[in-house]
């Protein structure tokens, strides 16, 4: 046995390599899971880790199974987190076949993405650490482990509210969005620990909470969150594409051009899956900041304003918003109504699609019920948009698969930067009604469309 101090003074850690070991492990979880109705867990501390000692893990003579093979600590070091997840996600599938299991993990590898979401682990409340948290989370991503995210705020120390709006909104387009610190709590188990929230209390931390820095910032907190929140649709569908396809959620701009050198100097901005470019604040008290976009055609989320690619441009910086760009040729699902949780998500009757113009354009729409596996057996539904523009209007074409049915009831259709003003919308020989202005068209749908067309 290997025995050593973490959270208590003296743990014994199972041999993950071990396959015997990795089935005793699971049905530990079986009152948690199945009893007192845990939907996800979290495995820390799996690097391994150990307190008091100078590796701060095992001795690297300490013996593993290693399926059967024996080995010691120095070859197995790095796939110790990953087999304990491995181990645990076997356990929850099998304690609940039809669910799917939720694992944040914190020590992984190659591979890992099978069983777990990662997060990056203890990271300082600072700018520093802001701009580690995005390149991070891209690294991770283009290393074939999308479903990532950090200690929004900072595990350690207290950020400014500043500080903490322009994690948040970052972390709005991060697969896992969690606001995480060590606060005011401690067991008291570890000497070191329970000294340094002693220090923390006497200098009256807070907890990070959003709503705990006051206005400005609990407002423009919400607004990041409500975000997050209205681009699930989108996001569930970017995700959907990455399991079939392998591409990353979060990519860096090389991904759009590996031979524009700007695509690489501007490395903080990224794309969340096709249709969106997020260009984080990364700096304190940045009233402006210069962009890059690519070659195409953009339109800024905020303003609707078109923007011609290839080129730098300097952007005015607002406290509540961070620079988002859409490209041309893109339709965006959202929902205009900020669900509080994804189980409203599920319940709401209206969906919002944007849709920015280009001379042609597709994207897709994925849903399923959010749980089990039906979507295995058809139990999804995936809709596939595609429009072609010329002088006289633009005909939009929808084609859907699946048999999974969604509350929506109805589509409340955005069109921005089109071209001319629009004097009809059809479907069929139907005319429908429509509003005006001068940045977007706005009609609305049955959400089983089939063909639409605006006519100049």
Same mark, same amino acid.
């Given at each position: 046995?290997?025995?050593?101090?973490?959270?208590?003074?003296?743990?014994?850690?199972?041999?993950?390599?071990?396959?015997?070991?990795?089935?005793?492990?699971?049905?530990?979880?079986?009152?948690?899971?199945?009893?007192?109705?845990?939907?996800?867990?979290?495995?820390?501390?799996?690097?391994?880790?150990?307190?008091?000692?100078?590796?701060?893990?095992?001795?690297?003579?300490?013996?593993?199974?290693?399926?059967?093979?024996?080995?010691?600590?120095?070859?197995?070091?790095?796939?110790?987190?990953?087999?304990?997840?491995?181990?645990?996600?076997?356990?929850?599938?099998?304690?609940?076949?039809?669910?799917?299991?939720?694992?944040?993990?914190?020590?992984?590898?190659?591979?890992?993405?099978?069983?777990?979401?990662?997060?990056?682990?203890?990271?300082?409340?600072?700018?520093?650490?802001?701009?580690?948290?995005?390149?991070?989370?891209?690294?991770?991503?283009?290393?074939?482990?999308?479903?990532?995210?950090?200690?929004?705020?900072?595990?350690?120390?207290?950020?400014?509210?500043?500080?903490?709006?322009?994690?948040?909104?970052?972390?709005?387009?991060?697969?896992?969005?969690?606001?995480?610190?060590?606060?005011?709590?401690?067991?008291?188990?570890?000497?070191?620990?329970?000294?340094?929230?002693?220090?923390?209390?006497?200098?009256?931390?807070?907890?990070?909470?959003?709503?705990?820095?006051?206005?400005?910032?609990?407002?423009?907190?919400?607004?990041?969150?409500?975000?997050?929140?209205?681009?699930?649709?989108?996001?569930?569908?970017?995700?959907?594409?990455?399991?079939?396809?392998?591409?990353?959620?979060?990519?860096?701009?090389?991904?759009?051009?590996?031979?524009?050198?700007?695509?690489?100097?501007?490395?903080?901005?990224?794309?969340?899956?096709?249709?969106?470019?997020?260009?984080?604040?990364?700096?304190?008290?940045?009233?402006?900041?210069?962009?890059?976009?690519?070659?195409?055609?953009?339109?800024?989320?905020?303003?609707?304003?078109?923007?011609?690619?290839?080129?730098?441009?300097?952007?005015?910086?607002?406290?509540?918003?961070?620079?988002?760009?859409?490209?041309?040729?893109?339709?965006?699902?959202?929902?205009?109504?900020?669900? #509080? &949780?994804?189980?409203?998500?599920?319940? %709401? $009757?209206? @969906? !919002?699609? =944007?849709?920015?113009?280009?001379?042609?354009? /597709?994207?897709?729409?994925?849903?399923?019920?959010?749980?089990?596996?039906?979507?295995?057996?058809?139990?999804?539904?995936? #809709? &596939?948009?595609?429009?072609?523009?010329? %002088? $006289?209007? @633009? !005909?939009? =074409?929808?084609?859907?698969?699946?048999?999974? /049915?969604?509350?929506?009831?109805?589509?409340?259709?955005?069109?921005?930067?089109?071209?001319?003003?629009?004097?009809?919308?059809?479907?069929?020989?139907?005319?429908?009604?429509?509003?005006?202005?001068?940045?977007?068209?706005?009609?609305?749908?049955?959400?089983?469309?089939?063909?639409?067309?605006?006519?100049?």
């Amino acid at each position: 046995l290997m025995t050593g101090p973490v959270w208590p003074p003296e743990c014994v850690w199972p041999d993950y390599t071990k396959p015997e070991v990795r089935d005793w492990w699971g049905p530990l979880y079986k009152e948690l899971y199945n009893q007192q109705g845990i939907s996800g867990f979290w495995n820390d501390m799996n690097e391994p880790a150990v307190f008091k000692v100078h590796q701060m893990t095992f001795p690297e003579d300490v013996r593993h199974d290693y399926e059967g093979h024996g080995a010691d600590h120095a070859k197995t070091h790095n796939i110790y987190g990953m087999q304990m997840s491995r181990a645990t996600y076997d356990g929850l599938k099998a304690l609940q076949p039809q669910k799917r299991p939720f694992l944040l993990c914190r020590a992984s590898f190659s591979g890992g993405q099978r069983f777990a979401a990662l997060w990056t682990g203890d990271n300082v409340a600072s700018w520093e650490h802001l701009r580690l948290a995005n390149s991070q989370c891209l690294r991770l991503s283009i290393s074939g482990y999308s479903f990532v995210g950090t200690d929004i705020g900072g595990f350690v120390d207290e950020p400014t509210g500043e500080l903490m709006v322009r994690w948040l909104q970052l972390a709005a387009f991060h697969p896992v969005m969690r606001v995480h610190s060590m606060g005011n709590n401690s067991d008291g188990a570890a000497e070191a620990e329970a000294e340094a929230v002693k220090k923390a209390e006497r200098n009256n931390r807070q907890d990070q909470e959003p709503w705990v820095y006051g206005e400005p910032y609990t407002s423009h907190a919400r607004a990041a969150i409500d975000l997050r929140y209205r681009l699930l649709p989108y996001l569930y569908s970017a995700f959907q594409q990455h399991l079939e396809n392998g591409r990353p959620l979060l990519r860096n701009l090389f991904f759009l051009d590996q031979k524009d050198p700007n695509c690489r100097k501007y490395g903080d901005q990224f794309l969340v899956g096709d249709d969106l470019l997020v260009c984080p604040v990364m700096k304190p008290k940045a009233r402006s900041m210069t962009v890059y976009l690519p070659k195409g055609e953009w339109y800024d989320y905020w303003t609707n304003n078109f923007q011609q690619g290839g080129q730098k441009i300097k952007l005015r910086l607002k406290a509540d918003q961070i620079p988002i760009f859409v490209p041309g040729g893109s339709v965006l699902p959202q929902v205009d109504t900020t669900p #509080q &949780s994804t189980a409203e998500l599920l319940q %709401a $009757k209206q @969906l !919002r699609m =944007d849709v920015y113009y280009a001379k042609t354009g /597709q994207s897709q729409l994925y849903l399923d019920q959010g749980e089990g596996y039906d979507y295995l057996e058809n139990g999804s539904l995936q #809709q &596939s948009y595609s429009w072609t523009a010329d %002088a $006289k209007g @633009l !005909r939009l =074409d929808c084609k859907s698969t699946g048999a999974f /049915q969604p509350k929506f009831q109805q589509i409340e259709w955005h069109f921005h930067g089109l071209p001319k003003a629009v004097k009809q919308v059809k479907i069929g020989r139907k005319s429908l009604d429509f509003s005006q202005s001068d940045d977007q068209v706005v009609v609305q749908t049955a959400f089983e469309l089939r063909k639409m067309t605006l006519e100049y």
